[in-house]
C-alpha cells in the first residue's frame, strides 16, 4: 500500500513538473516554425483550442499588443491586463506549443517603456518577442522618445537582461524598396534600421517581410524577388561579416484580405524556398478563420 502511495506521488510530482514546464515556455521552438498571425484585438472570435484541435497546429504569432495603455485603442489590447490572453497562452503551451508576441505599429508608435516591456516577460514568460516596425516611425517626432534609435535600445536592454530571448524584426515589403525617405535615393527604411543598429546591436534572428499577394501571380519568381530586395539591404550591412547566414535570417509572411488572396501554389513556394534557404519562420496574416484552416496543411510542414 505504501509503495503504491510512493507511486502515485511521484507520477503525480512528474505530472505537475510537466505542466508548469508547459505554462513556463521552457520548449524550445523549432528550427523550422510556421506561426500564424493572430489579432487578438480584432480577431477575438479566434478559438485557439478548436484550431490546435483540428489542424494540430501549436505556434502562433500574436499581434494587436500594447504595453502603453496612452495608446490603447480599438485596434490594441493593454498587454499587461490580458488574464484571457494569458489563459490562452497556457493553453497552447500545455499543449507543447509556444507564440511570439508581436508589438506593431499600425495605431501607435511602439512604446519605449522597457519596463513595461519586462513586466510582460516576466508574466507571459516571453520566449520570441517581435516587433514591427515602417517608415512611419521616422515620421511621428523626430527627436522624440519613441524614435528608432530609442526603440533598438530597448530591444538590446531587453535581451541583455533576457539571456535566450528571441527577437526578430517585421516589415512591409515596401520597406525594402528603395525610396527617397532619408534624403539617399537608393536608402531603404529595412536598410536604415540596420545602418542604425549596427552601434546598438540589437540582435535580430530573424528579418520577416510582409506582402500582399495576387491570385493571378503565384510564381516563384515574386518571392524570389522579395528574398532579393531584402538580402541585398542585408547585405549592405553586415557583408563586412561572413559569419552571418543572411540568407537564413529572411523569411516571408503572405497577407490575406479581401483584395488579396494566396493560391496553392504560391503556400507550396513559400515553403520550399523558406526550406531551401533555410529559413526560421513562416507567418501568414489573415483575416477569415477559415483561410487560416484553408493553408495550415500546406503551412504546417515547415514546422520541423
Known amino acids: 500500500m505504501k509503495k503504491r502511495a510512493l507511486l502515485l506521488a511521484v507520477l503525480l510530482g512528474i505530472a505537475t513538473f510537466w505542466d508548469a514546464e508547459a505554462v513556463s515556455g521552457k520548449p524550445d521552438f523549432p528550427e523550422h516554425l510556421y506561426a500564424p ?13 478548436k484550431a490546435l484541435q483540428k489542424t494540430g497546429q501549436k505556434y502562433f504569432k500574436l499581434t494587436g499588443l500594447t504595453v502603453n495603455p496612452e495608446f490603447r485603442n ?15 497562452v497556457n493553453m497552447i503551451r500545455r499543449n507543447h506549443g509556444d507564440v511570439i508576441f508581436s508589438f506593431d505599429d499600425d495605431s501607435n508608435p511602439p512604446s519605449v517603456d522597457e519596463t513595461a516591456y519586462q513586466k510582460a516577460v516576466d508574466l507571459y514568460k516571453i520566449r520570441w518577442i517581435d516587433f514591427k516596425l515602417d517608415r512611419s516611425v521616422l515620421h511621428w517626432c523626430v527627436g ?44 531603404t527604411f529595412l536598410r536604415y534600421i540596420l545602418k542604425v543598429n549596427k552601434d546598438i546591436r540589437a540582435r535580430f534572428a530573424t528579418y ?31 557583408d563586412d561579416n561572413k559569419n552571418f547566414a543572411l540568407e537564413k535570417m529572411i523569411s516571408i509572411t503572405p497577407v490575406l484580405n479581401s483584395q488579396f488572396e494566396l493560391t496553392s501554389s504560391e503556400a507550396d513556394a513559400i515553403v520550399c524556398i523558406s526550406l531551401k534557404n533555410d529559413s526560421r519562420l513562416i507567418s501568414l496574416v489573415f483575416q477569415k478563420a477559415e483561410d487560416f484552416y484553408k493553408y495550415s496543411r500546406i503551412f504546417k510542414t515547415f514546422t520541423r
Open 74 to 88: 480599438s485596434k490594441t489590447e493593454l498587454f499587461l491586463d490580458g488574464k484571457k490572453l494569458l489563459s490562452t
Open 37 to 49: 498571425t493572430v489579432n487578438v484585438a480584432t480577431q477575438k472570435n479566434f478559438d485557439f483550442s
Open 144 to 187: 522624440c522618445k519613441w524614435e528608432l534609435p530609442a526603440i533598438l535600445k530597448v530591444i538590446k536592454k531587453l535581451q541583455d537582461k533576457n539571456p535566450g530571448l528571441i527577437v526578430s524584426l517585421t516589415t512591409e515589403v515596401s520597406d525594402a524598396r528603395p525610396a527617397n525617405f532619408t534624403g539617399k535615393k537608393q536608402d
Open 208 to 238: 520577416n517581410i510582409e506582402y500582399q499577394t495576387f491570385s493571378k501571380t503565384g510564381k516563384n519568381s515574386r518571392l524570389n524577388v522579395i528574398r532579393y530586395l531584402a538580402l541585398k539591404q542585408l547585405k549592405t550591412v553586415y
